[in-house]
């Protein structure tokens, strides 16, 4: 008979401590799981604030988050809580935010202004226009208070004056988009000689209000007269009108000369996204579209409306007629660096035409460069440098033979 030994004392220790060492070893297996699962969880941690921190770095250097960072954002989608619940969304600004027109006087500035009213309001753009009219030359605390204005405005908008040109940057100041337009010199100086003295068609008595103090003497001076015999209004430096509205602040831009007309066209290539010319509104109106649509969309079909046809014509100085051949060839010799600048800003516009294929009729100037340039030989040359006011006609004629005179065709040369 076969023995049972299941219930032996040896059998039954050794059965107990077989037990005893699987339970043990099931407990030190279980202990050790957690622990191998903390290292991973504290490696993981110590990854993802490195990747952060190395994602921080970059996008600092770099101006902007990483690409892995923005692909991850794109592949969890741009929605956040934040942007759920949170406050609504800032409007987003058009670019650029920040546009100044210093309007250069009696170049259809008023014109533009009608229609600048106009699109503000469709657009929702902030347009601020000064009333200050005779102020375009800034001391150095009035270029600061005026930039720190202007940059302090609500974004989107659009600042216009008359005034000469601001470089913000001088004072550590963001520069604005500067657009502006300008006109055949001769015709603005014609422009604003009538309308100082008649106004426009908005009232008839309206250039009593701007010049109440004018006499009548003055008031209905032939502009042939002011021209030939030296007014100071007729004269330089008054004729020297436009070029400082490009030239800036510096006192050598009021004086008639190379360097005011070089840093005027230097800062047409470097600060303004436009200089058109009134001859071609309608193209400078399509330039301005495509170039800043947040604030110019729209603007051939206002312009060419009915409504702003009727308010547009009120606009037209009245009185004007054309002087002499002999004084506007005299008007030229004395604008010839306007000329220069202003066939310089005509070319520069024509090219931004070109580059956006855009091809429209030109419309030529009223006073041609060949027109000008068969009248100077066909009429004595002026005396160079004429003074506002001279003491007597002997000292006009000593300064006179002291002025060396130059060949009528050296100074159209160039025109």
């Known amino acids: 008979m ?31 799981v957690p622990l191998r699962i903390s290292l991973r969880g504290y490696g993981f941690c110590m990854a993802t604030l490195f990747l952060f921190c190395f994602g921080s770095l970059v996008y600092e250097l770099n101006g902007g988050p990483p ?48 229609l600048l009213r106009l699109l503000s309001e469709k657009h929702e753009f902030n347009l601020v226009s000064s009333e200050i009219h005779n102020r375009t030359r800034l001391t150095k605390h009035e270029q600061v208070d005026l930039i720190k204005n202007i940059s302090n405005m609500p974004q989107p908008f659009l600042y216009t004056r008359h005034v000469h040109f601001l470089n913000f940057t001088r004072f550590r100041v963001e520069e604005p988009v500067y657009i502006n337009i300008i006109r ?96 071609e509104l309608e193209d400078v109106l399509l330039l301005l579209e ?25 606009t037209g100085t009245v009185h004007k007629h054309t002087p002499t051949l002999e004084a506007l060839q005299v008007l030229y010799h004395r604008m010839r660096y306007e000329y220069d600048f202003y066939g310089f800003v005509r070319d520069q516009f024509h090219l931004a035409k070109k580059k956006i294929g855009l091809k429209s009729a030109l419309r030529p100037s009223a006073y041609s460069h060949d027109f000008l340039r068969d009248l100077a ?31 009528a065709a050296s100074w159209l040369v160039n025109s």
């Open 2 to 32: 076969m023995k049972n030994f299941s219930h032996s004392p040896l059998n039954n220790n050794q059965t107990q401590n077989h037990i005893r060492d699987r339970n043990n070893k099931k407990y030190s297996l279980l202990s050790a």
């Open 67 to 114: 690409t892995i960072l923005l692909d991850i954002r794109q592949y969890l989608g741009e929605s956040t809580f934040q942007d759920d619940h949170g406050p609504p969304v800032a409007r987003v600004l058009p670019f650029p935010s920040q546009v100044v027109y210093n309007r250069v006087g009696k170049c259809g500035s008023r014109t533009v202004l009608i």
């Open 184 to 279: 055949d010199p001769i015709n603005r100086f014609l422009s604003n000689y009538f309308f100082r003295r008649f106004g426009d068609w908005r009232g008839e008595q309206n250039h009593l209000i701007r010049t109440p103090g004018m006499k009548d003497d003055e008031r209905y001076l032939d502009i042939n007269v002011c021209i030939l015999e030296n007014y100071p209004e007729c004269s330089n430096p008054r004729m020297f009108y436009i070029i400082p509205y490009f030239c800036g602040q510096h006192p050598q831009c009021r004086e008639p000369g190379v360097w005011a007309l070089e840093r005027a066209k230097q800062n047409v290539l470097e600060n303004y996204l436009l200089v058109g010319i009134l001859e």
């Open 290 to 314: 495509r170039l800043l649509p947040h604030y110019f969309s729209g603007v051939l079909n206002i312009y060419k409306s009915p409504d702003y046809k009727k308010a547009g014509n009120m």
């Open 377 to 407: 030989l066909r009429t004595p040359e002026p005396l160079e440098g004429e003074e506002e006011e001279e003491e007597d006609e002997e000292e006009e004629e000593e300064e006179a033979q002291e002025t060396t005179l130059e060949d």
